[in-house]
């Protein structure tokens, strides 16, 4: 929800004084902006030394979870293969919304493209244009879940915070059946390529692969 007036979005956090300006780091976690086509340009040109964690899922699992969160929140009718079908027309269209300034929160989940969502190579090449590699750190969601403690304190870590131990919990967890094998095959496909670079930029190994 992009505006040109910093001081609105400004006015969402805690302010800072003079007397905890050193102590106060605040942070926030939105999906949106790596896959915005202008928001990483917006960003750096206003906070050049931004860092980013980025949490990567299966895409797979990425798009079959968006899709049923879309259908949960009543934004989507029709079935997941038909909106796949209908994938080149869907990203157009959110292109065309991007440039009409017609994405808002309560719109985002209208019409999602959901494949160009999860091709994160793609977006993450776009970030780069505009921040070194070093200002970002590449999490997977399977090792938040299995290895929380030391996902969380290689997050600590890049942010220069100290190490604290946490207490994990799992919040809003979905509940939908699985994906049918045909669907899972021809997801698993498409993403082939794009995870293959993924895995090449990041020089690790990823656990979908």
């Given at each position: 929800?992009?505006?040109?007036?910093?001081?609105?979005?400004?006015?969402?956090?805690?302010?800072?004084?003079?007397?905890?300006?050193?102590?106060?780091?605040?942070?926030?976690?939105?999906?949106?902006?790596?896959?915005?086509?202008?928001?990483?340009?917006?960003?750096?040109?206003?906070?050049?030394?931004?860092?980013?964690?980025?949490?990567?899922?299966?895409?797979?699992?990425?798009?079959?979870?968006?899709?049923?969160?879309?259908?949960?929140?009543?934004?989507?009718?029709?079935?997941?293969?038909?909106?796949?079908?209908?994938?080149?027309?869907?990203?157009?269209?959110?292109?065309?919304?991007?440039?009409?300034?017609?994405?808002?929160?309560?719109?985002?989940?209208y019409l999602t493209p959901y494949l160009h969502n999860a091709e994160y190579i793609t977006?993450?090449?776009?970030?780069?244009?505009?921040?070194?590699?070093?200002?970002?750190?590449?999490?997977?969601?399977?090792?938040?879940?299995?290895?929380?403690?030391?996902?969380?304190?290689?997050?600590?870590?890049?942010?220069?915070?100290?190490?604290?131990?946490?207490?994990?919990?799992?919040?809003?967890?979905?509940?939908?059946?699985?994906?049918?094998?045909?669907?899972?095959?021809?997801?698993?496909?498409?993403?082939?390529?794009?995870?293959?670079?993924?895995?090449?930029?990041?020089?690790?190994?990823?656990?979908?692969?």
């Open positions: 929800d992009y505006v040109s007036n910093l001081n609105l979005y400004k006015s969402y956090f805690p302010r800072i004084s003079e007397k905890n300006k050193r102590n106060l780091l605040i942070f926030e976690a939105s999906q949106s902006y790596m896959i915005h086509p202008t928001a990483m340009e917006r960003i750096s040109k206003k906070y050049p030394k931004m860092k980013f964690i980025i949490c990567l899922r299966n895409p797979v699992e990425q798009v079959f979870s968006a899709y049923n969160m879309s259908i949960t929140n009543g934004f989507e009718i029709k079935s997941l293969e038909e909106c796949l079908n209908d994938e080149k027309n869907r990203h157009s269209l959110y292109i065309e919304r991007v440039e009409k300034n017609l994405i808002k929160p309560y719109t985002y989940g977006h993450i090449k776009t970030a780069l244009k505009y921040f070194p590699k070093e200002n970002f750190l590449f999490i997977e969601n399977y090792d938040l879940k299995h290895n929380t403690q030391e996902t969380v304190s290689n997050c600590f870590n890049f942010l220069n915070l100290d190490k604290i131990k946490i207490n994990p919990k799992i919040h809003n967890k979905g509940n939908y059946k699985k994906i049918n094998k045909e669907l899972e095959s021809r997801l698993s496909t498409h993403f082939v390529n794009y995870d293959i670079e993924l895995k090449k930029l990041m020089d690790k190994k990823l656990s979908w692969l």
